[in-house]
């Protein structure tokens, strides 16, 4: 009896180790194939907060939301399917429940009958950081941008997921933008 049990006992201590080893291999993999085989999209957004980790969040223009017509089938997933405007700038081409033959395409993070990004932020290094708060406070009333600059986002997409590469302000990258 005592063997079975060592037994059982070590079997469920090695499932508990390759669980999570599994959860980042996969986390791993999904973000080497984003790299490798994604489209490069901007995606214009207006940056409402800095938060005190140095974390920039954004509400995004054009194509921050889509609905789906057919109500019908109300509890599949949306995939939302991005392209680009003459300017280079993306937005919604078409949302539907069936998942589209192009890879770069956004999936709703659970069931719905609407999409949309959420959380989208960026955190640029310290100086950076810095140098963004400053700009904020100059620049900003109640938290929302006054000025004139174009914010964009370059995100990477493919197979239903994104990530953020990177920041622009005026079509210069942030780290180019506040040199000097």
Known sequence: MRKKLFYVLISVFIIQLLIPISMIAYSVSTQNAIEKYGKEFLIKVDPYIIDNDGKIKFSVRNCSFATVEDKSKSSGYIYAVLEE???????????TFEKPKTPYYIKSEEPSTYWSFNDLSYTPDETIQ??????WEKNSYIGWLISNDTFTLRVKIYKGKYIIEGMQINGTEIEEY???
């Open 85 to 95: 405007d003459s300017q280079g700038i993306a937005y919604i081409y078409s949302a």
């Open 130 to 135: 810095n140098d963004m708060r400053d700009y």
């Open 178 to 180: 506040f040199k000097g």
